[in-house]
Nanobody, 122 residues
Framework: HVQLVESGGASVQAGGSLTLSCAAS?????MGWFRRAPGKEREGVAA????????YYTDSVKGRFTISQDNAKNTLYLQMNSLKPEDTAMYYC???????????????????WGQGTQVTVS
């Protein structure tokens, strides 16, 4: 079992930046960030493969968000720049045992989830 704890959510003005953190209780490969805006489905935002460090982003955040991880600290990060009001959502980190590339943004593919951290952009 893996416990994930997010932090770093806040209210910011449009154009601002935030860094979200996700502390894992143990090392686990293949993690991602998801978000759920009010009235919308949960969507994948960014994913990373621990082996090789390959990263992937949904189109709406490319060039603005960066996913990274510190393996020594078992911590996942999401650096968010040039934030827009449409980025407002609850952000979740997630971890999976699978490495299927095609399912990197599929919530059902992930085995473990954090409780979420709220990001509000106005």
């Amino acid at each position: 079992h893996v416990q994930l704890v997010e932090s770093g959510g806040a209210s910011v003005q449009a154009g601002g930046s935030l860094t979200l953190s996700c502390a894992a209780s143990r090392a686990i490969a293949n993690m991602g960030w998801f978000r759920r805006a009010p009235g919308k489905e949960r969507e994948g935002v960014a994913a990373i493969y621990t082996s090789g460090g390959n990263t992937y982003y949904t189109d709406s955040v490319k060039g603005r968000f960066t996913i990274s991880q510190d393996n020594a600290k078992n911590t996942l990060y999401l650096q968010m720049n040039s934030l827009k009001p449409e980025d407002t959502a609850m952000y979740y980190c997630a971890a999976r045992a699978s490495c299927r590339l095609a399912f990197r943004f599929a919530p059902a593919e992930y085995n473990y989830w954090g409780q979420g951290t709220q990001v509000t952009v106005s």
